[in-house]
């Protein structure tokens, strides 16, 4: 059996095998630029480490082909995929281009771990002969950035992007303001970021993203699946904003820059209008960046908001988020407010269950105590928090979302999201270590069936992923509860 992860939902392989050669053409349908991207980013991950000088052709016919095409089957929902493999040919259908793109990451896994490899290899290149018929239990399958305690570069965001889209995920969560730093530029208020994101945890430069360089990055996630949803933390964790314009303070005054991790001493002055119409700037500008439906407004922790105050401000920034066309998302303690049956509510304490359950409405479930990456794997782990436990592979990986809500709808559960929280990390490296290897549990989670998950089973293929990511130069947790190969 190959070693995938998610598990498909069915999966037959025979004895024979295909093979990759310099001659194997991808095949696409005539004038589908969107497969032929597909097509072009399957080649580009083939390249390097094969050598070959790997085609893209519409309706190719000669033997040894990959074939990417799109089928009307809607069995195979949105990202479903269904994959035929025998020694001459490769077909991957899919009912929508998403599913070619998740049906793609499952034959670069079906390849040996050299396929990883930057460089070219011996090979050789081949595919197990078989079938497999895929497709997601969850819509929501997300990861979460914290780019605001500390700073990360764009080719840094790129990488994860990249490392996550492997494991089929497909929403990627930008927490881009915080007490410690404003990461995005916002035109019509550019101290935000002229003054706001010039620090981070500890002291350091900070720094923040571009308009462009926002819109690359959601292009760079659009293109592999990805859906990015762009969080301003309101109305608590707003320091750096308090710290750069004066008047969106209380008393008039701005704070000091702020480069601690204590959370909950911040807050916008609910009262004041311009409060409003910093924010309209704000999530106007977002909005109009972000070709996805999403934003979040955060709303975690507003422990300096009285919860009148708190209350009457998310239904105020609600109207808001939709004056700009958008499905608002918030943290949990937002469901204290009477929300509209759209807005979804991410669960992170289990604290305000009752008013989610009451609500009834959409959730994401990202339980700090199972999903939190930031969380140490164990006593000795140097990096990483510890507030919420400590989060060994098996404690990721081992949990039924259906469990958490007691008598909530499983319909209103859109998924599950992995927050990984940024006050002890630095740089790209630190992102690996504690994202892997629990993001692929959460992975397998967000997208295979319940029935037969079980985690003997599933380290024995996570063992399998180690020789891969040591290829692809990863920076993973050599957690002993895994059988490493
Ligand atoms: C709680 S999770 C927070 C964050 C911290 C995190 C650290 C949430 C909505 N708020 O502000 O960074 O814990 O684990």
Redesign the pocket.
Known sequence: MPNLIPQPVSITLTDGAFSIAPTTVISVPDAAPELTAIGQYLADSLIPPTGFDLQVQTNATSVGYISLALVADPSLGDEGYHLTITPETVTLTAHQPAGLFWGVQTLRQLLPPAIESASPQPGPWTIPTGEIRDHPRFAWRGVML?VA?HFFSVDAVKRYIDLAACYKINRFHLHLS?DQGWRIEIKTWPNLTAHGGSTEVGGGPGGYYTQAEYADLVAYAQARYMVVIPEI?LPG?TNAALASYPELNGDGKAPDLYTG?E?GFSSLCVDKEITYQFLNDVLGELAALTPGPYLHI?G??AAATPLPDYVRFVERVETLVAAHGKQMIG?EEVTRAELNDETIA?L??NKHDQHIIGRGGPVIL?P?FKT?L??KYTATTTLG?R??GLIEVADAYAWEPNDLLPDFPSAKILGIEA?L???TLEDIKDIEFMAFPRLPGYAEIGWSPQEGRAWDEYRLRLAAHGPRWQVMNLNFYRSSQIPWE
């Open positions: 914290d305690r915080d933390d964790h991790t959370v955060g975690d922790e943290w991410q992170w304490t990202s700090a939190y930031d969380m928090l507030w919420a927050p929280w940024s006050e």
